[in-house]
């Protein structure tokens, strides 16, 4: 060290005052980088963390959407049912012709109830039709109820919140709403019924470093021809009905042989009779006046009168000893006439060799749901009625209000 | 001019300085572009994330299984028999029974993917037959086959053929996740070591959905490279 004080060549100030220099620069040089090393670190991460993060929230997505396309399969399986079990119509909201024995009715004879004056319905020849025009708005309400309870029990404790609402549907024949399946758009094993959702109502995950968005749309095939069995089978519906408009005579044989042929044309849908049921008793109104007339006798010793009805005021009078008085009461009435009332109930079922059991002819398509925890096979089936008359030759007057009565 | 012997004097010694301080920050710049300890660092994160990355493969396989439809009926059973042939030691399904159950059910597996079979099966959870229909569809499903060659087996010089099925387990319920032992169904044996997993959840009938889990073995060539 003594040598270094002693050393007399000294220093260039230059010099030193330039090291010095150099030194501060560098090190501010250093901090410098450091601290953008740090920042960059704190928002990007270590080397792999943003892929990472990007693949998680997709795999988080793709969770999601996994259930919500099962979720949109199951649902499409337990409405196809559903409409089909309540001959597309939607449950528990009927038709205008009513119910037979939980068998919507398609057809109605003597519909009209309310303008007879004599309490029953009136005669007329001509069946009301109400075989439904379309499924689609049945089938989309049944749908998106289903969706819905599925997506709520889903989002009750799930990170991911998956919406039942805001979908706009499209359903129909895969091979109408995807004419070229070469787009990829022919859906799971281009099954023939296709159903498609699109939202606008986006999906949100986030995590500490990505927010991802996604549009939860949907395209779903289903395993039954909806659309073509719903053309099929109101097609010979209305077949049938206008064939009972014009024999309403038609025998239960008669009906059973038109099923068969039906049958034989198409390998796919069998149709069966579940119910026929005839009444040839009830009474209709056919609007014509008559009166109910009864012949009122009184003696003076003997007893009082008999009387007799018949449809235009005819009567006679009985003799109780004595000479007797005898008058005729009649009041105002309408012509009744009885009907043969039939009711046939029918159910389309659809037919795949793959589902025949042991010892069966046939296998009818269908799927496994659940009844109070119990296992239910449920096999598609579409079910309706057809109700119609016939005008029996036999009338009477039937009074309006109350009958003649004798003094 | 004569010069003088040099001497160690101060601007020497400065000058020894200031190339130490430039060496200093030379370490210093190259460390922080991944030299020295950041390497260290950059690998264990790495080893850190692939963990993760065996679950995102094990997540988007279980998703591809889920999408696999069941063949028909006699390609099911046929994939059944030669699976029972396959796993000689590790099969405990009972073929007889897993048919029996197959024949007076066919709506589990008639036109469904393996989801829909997994859910259809949920609905029959009462039956403790399901339990090896469970086992024997998903093995006919998705057994792989394995090849070694080794000079010390029996038939030195041919080619032995290996068999894996991959472990997929079901628990019912909406579960984050569950452990070996707490479940329902299972085919497969557990993973032990290393390794992905997935969790997937299906919707059922009853809205109590149902969780099913995918395990495989972390493979060496998924590793990243640092």
Same mark, same amino acid.
């Given at each position: 060290m003594?040598?270094?004080?002693?050393?007399?060549?000294g220093v260039d100030?230059f010099?030193?005052?330039?090291t010095?220099f150099?030194?501060?620069?560098?090190?501010?040089?250093l901090?410098g980088?450091?601290m953008?090393?740090?920042k960059?670190n704190?928002?990007?991460g270590?080397?792999?963390?943003?892929?990472?993060s990007?693949?998680?929230?997709?795999a988080s997505?793709d969770?999601?959407?996994?259930?919500l396309?099962?979720?949109v399969?199951?649902s499409?399986?337990?409405?196809?049912?559903?409409?089909?079990?309540n001959?597309?119509y939607l449950?528990g909201?009927?038709?205008?012709?009513g119910?037979?024995?939980?068998?919507?009715?398609?057809s109605?004879g003597?519909p009209?109830?309310?303008s007879?004056?004599?309490g029953?319905?009136m005669?007329?020849p001509l069946i009301?039709?109400?075989?439904?025009a379309?499924?689609?708005?049945?089938?989309?309400s049944?749908?998106?109820?289903?969706?819905n309870?599925?997506?709520?029990?889903?989002?009750?404790g799930?990170e991911?919140?998956?919406?039942?609402?805001g979908?706009?549907l499209?359903?129909?024949?895969?091979?109408?709403?995807?004419?070229?399946k070469?787009?990829g758009c022919?859906?799971r094993n281009?099954?023939?019924f296709?159903l498609v959702g699109k939202?606008d109502k986006?999906?949100?995950?986030?995590s500490?470093?990505?927010?991802?968005t996604i549009?939860?749309?949907f395209r779903e095939n289903?395993?039954?021809?909806l659309?073509g069995?719903f053309?099929?089978?109101t097609?010979?519906?209305f077949g049938?009905?206008?064939a009972l408009e014009a024999?309403?005579s038609?025998?239960?044989?008669?009906?059973?042989k038109?099923?068969a042929?039906?049958?034989?044309?198409?390998?796919?849908?069998?149709?069966?009779k579940?119910?026929?049921?005839?009444?040839?008793?009830?009474?209709c109104?056919?609007?014509?006046s008559c009166q109910?007339?009864?012949t009122?006798?009184?003696?003076?010793e003997?007893e009082?009168?008999t009387?007799g009805?018949?449809?235009?005021g005819?009567g006679?009078?009985?003799d109780?000893?004595?000479?007797s008085?005898?008058?005729?009461?009649?009041?105002?009435g309408?012509?009744?006439?009885?009907?043969c009332?039939y009711?046939?109930?029918l159910g389309?079922?659809?037919?795949a060799?793959?589902?025949k059991?042991k010892?069966?002819?046939?296998?009818y398509?269908?799927?496994?749901?659940e009844?109070?925890?119990?296992p239910?096979?449920?096999?598609?089936e579409y079910r309706f009625?057809?109700?119609?008359v016939?005008?029996q030759?036999?009338?009477?007057?039937?009074?309006?209000?109350?009958?003649?009565?004798c003094g | 001019?004569?010069r003088k012997k040099a001497q160690?004097?101060?601007?020497t010694?400065?000058?020894y300085?200031?190339f130490?301080?430039f060496l200093?920050?030379t370490?210093f710049?190259?460390?922080?572009s991944g030299c020295g300890s950041?390497?260290?660092k950059?690998?264990g994160?790495?080893n850190?994330?692939?963990?993760r990355?065996? *679950?995102?493969r094990?997540s =988007?396989q279980l998703? @591809?299984?889920? $999408?696999?439809e069941?063949?028909?009926?006699e390609?099911l059973?046929?994939g059944?028999d030669?699976t029972?042939?396959?796993?000689?030691?590790g099969?405990?399904?009972?073929?007889?029974?897993?048919?029996?159950?197959?024949?007076t059910?066919?709506?589990v597996?008639v *036109?469904?993917?393996?989801? =829909?079979f997994?859910n @259809?099966l949920? $609905?029959?959870?009462a039956?403790?037959?399901?339990?090896?229909?469970f086992d024997a569809?998903?093995k006919a499903?998705f057994?792989?086959?394995l090849?070694?060659?080794?000079?010390?087996?029996?038939?030195?010089?041919?080619l032995d053929k290996?068999?894996?099925?991959?472990?997929?387990?079901v628990?019912?319920?909406r579960?984050?996740g569950f452990y070996?032992g707490?479940?329902n169904?299972?085919s497969?044996n557990?993973?032990s070591?290393?390794?992905?997993v997935?969790f997937?959840q299906l919707?059922?009938?009853d809205?109590?959905?149902?969780t099913?889990k995918?395990?495989?073995?972390a493979?060496?060539?998924?590793?990243?490279?640092?």
């Amino acid at each position: 060290m003594k040598k270094l004080i002693r050393n007399k060549k000294g220093v260039d100030s230059f010099t030193f005052l330039l090291t010095i220099f150099a030194i501060l620069v560098l090190g501010f040089i250093l901090v410098g980088l450091t601290m953008k090393y740090n920042k960059l670190n704190n928002t990007i991460g270590e080397a792999g963390s943003s892929a990472s993060s990007i693949l998680s929230a997709y795999a988080s997505a793709d969770r999601a959407l996994l259930y919500l396309d099962n979720a949109v399969g199951m649902s499409m399986q337990s409405s196809i049912y559903d409409l089909a079990y309540n001959g597309f119509y939607l449950g528990g909201a009927p038709s205008k012709c009513g119910l037979n024995n939980n068998y919507q009715r398609w057809s109605e004879g003597l519909p009209d109830v309310d303008s007879s004056e004599i309490g029953l319905r009136m005669c007329n020849p001509l069946i009301e039709k109400c075989i439904p025009a379309s499924y689609d708005a049945n089938f989309k309400s049944a749908f998106l109820g289903r969706l819905n309870g599925q997506v709520s029990a889903y989002n009750n404790g799930s990170e991911v919140n998956l919406s039942g609402d805001g979908y706009e549907l499209q359903l129909g024949k895969t091979e109408v709403l995807c004419p070229d399946k070469s787009m990829g758009c022919g859906g799971r094993n281009e099954g023939p019924f296709q159903l498609v959702g699109k939202t606008d109502k986006p999906m949100n995950m986030s995590s500490r470093r990505v927010n991802y968005t996604i549009m939860p749309s949907f395209r779903e095939n289903a395993d039954v021809d909806l659309a073509g069995h719903f053309e099929r089978v109101t097609g010979k519906a209305f077949g049938l009905i206008a064939a009972l408009e014009a024999n309403p005579s038609m025998s239960e044989a008669d009906i059973t042989k038109i099923l068969a042929d039906y049958n034989k044309a198409e390998n796919d849908l069998e149709w069966k009779k579940e119910n026929y049921a005839t009444d040839c008793a009830p009474l209709c109104d056919t609007g014509e006046s008559c009166q109910v007339c009864i012949t009122c006798c009184s003696e003076d010793e003997g007893e009082g009168g008999t009387g007799g009805e018949g449809g235009d005021g005819t009567g006679g009078g009985d003799d109780g000893g004595g000479e007797s008085k005898c008058s005729t009461v009649c009041v105002p009435g309408k012509t009744a006439q009885m009907y043969c009332d039939y009711n046939l109930a029918l159910g389309v079922k659809i037919v795949a060799d793959a589902y025949k059991l042991k010892g069966d002819k046939k296998g009818y398509v269908g799927f496994v749901a659940e009844n109070g925890g119990t296992p239910e096979v449920k096999k598609y089936e579409y079910r309706f009625s057809f109700n119609w008359v016939e005008l029996q030759p036999s009338t009477t007057c039937i009074p309006i209000g109350a009958g003649p009565t004798c003094g | 001019m004569t010069r003088k012997k040099a001497q160690f004097g101060l601007d020497t010694l400065i000058s020894y300085f200031v190339f130490a301080v430039f060496l200093l920050f030379t370490i210093f710049a190259l460390s922080l572009s991944g030299c020295g300890s950041a390497k260290h660092k950059a690998e264990g994160k790495i080893n850190l994330d692939k963990g993760r990355i065996a *679950d995102l493969r094990a997540s =988007e396989q279980l998703s @591809a299984y889920f $999408a696999t439809e069941i063949p028909v009926k006699e390609a099911l059973y046929k994939g059944i028999d030669d699976t029972e042939d396959m796993f000689k030691l590790g099969t405990d399904f009972n073929k007889k029974t897993v048919k029996e159950f197959l024949d007076t059910h066919p709506e589990v597996y008639v *036109d469904r993917n393996y989801a =829909e079979f997994v859910n @259809a099966l949920y $609905a029959y959870r009462a039956d403790e037959r399901i339990k090896d229909v469970f086992d024997a569809v998903t093995k006919a499903l998705f057994h792989r086959q394995l090849y070694s060659k080794s000079a010390r087996d029996l038939n030195s010089g041919r080619l032995d053929k290996l068999y894996y099925s991959p472990t997929i387990s079901v628990m019912y319920g909406r579960q984050i996740g569950f452990y070996f032992g707490s479940e329902n169904l299972i085919s497969g044996n557990p993973i032990s070591g290393a390794g992905g997993v997935a969790f997937r959840q299906l919707p059922t009938h009853d809205l109590k959905g149902l969780t099913v889990k995918f395990e495989e073995y972390a493979d060496a060539s998924a590793e990243p490279l640092p």
